[in-house]
């Protein structure tokens, strides 16, 4: 099994940067693909980026492309979502997730989720 905690939101101007981390415990964690998800109020869960279990394969939604990283680091079983240029429509909890398969976008497609961090941006 794989426990997650996120941390890292915050509150942050329009046009800031955050970094997000994703702690895991056991000792599985560099066997899963790693995935960012992000829930705004009144909106369903949505895929946000993705990493394969070496870090070699990664994939974002078109919303975030070109402003958000995701990385990893299987020593540290901790994985990163490095976002920039923020805009008040990034708003929202974000969570973690980890599954055997890389690429998903479903969240039905992953196993394993942390409790989520907020992210507010303000205008």
């Known amino acids: 099994q794989v426990q997650l905690v996120e941390s890292g939101g915050g509150l942050v101007q329009a046009g800031g940067s955050l970094r997000l981390s994703c702690a895991a415990s056991?000792?599985?964690?560099?066997?899963?693909?790693m995935g960012w998800f992000r829930q705004a109020p009144g909106n369903e869960r949505e895929f946000a980026a993705g990493?394969?279990?070496?870090?070699?394969?990664?994939r974002y939604a078109e919303s975030v492309n070109g402003r958000f990283t995701i990385s990893r680091d299987n020593a540290k079983k901790t994985a990163y979502l490095q976002m920039d240029s923020l805009k008040p429509e990034d708003t929202a909890v974000y969570y973690c997730?980890?599954?055997?398969?890389?690429?998903?976008?479903?969240?039905?497609?992953?196993?394993?989720w942390g409790q989520g961090t907020q992210v507010t941006v303000s205008s």
């Open positions: 997730a980890a599954d055997r398969s890389f690429g998903g976008l479903g969240v039905k497609e992953y196993d394993y």
């Open positions: 056991g000792r599985t964690f560099s066997s899963y693909s």
């Open positions: 990493i394969s279990w070496g870090g070699g394969r990664t």
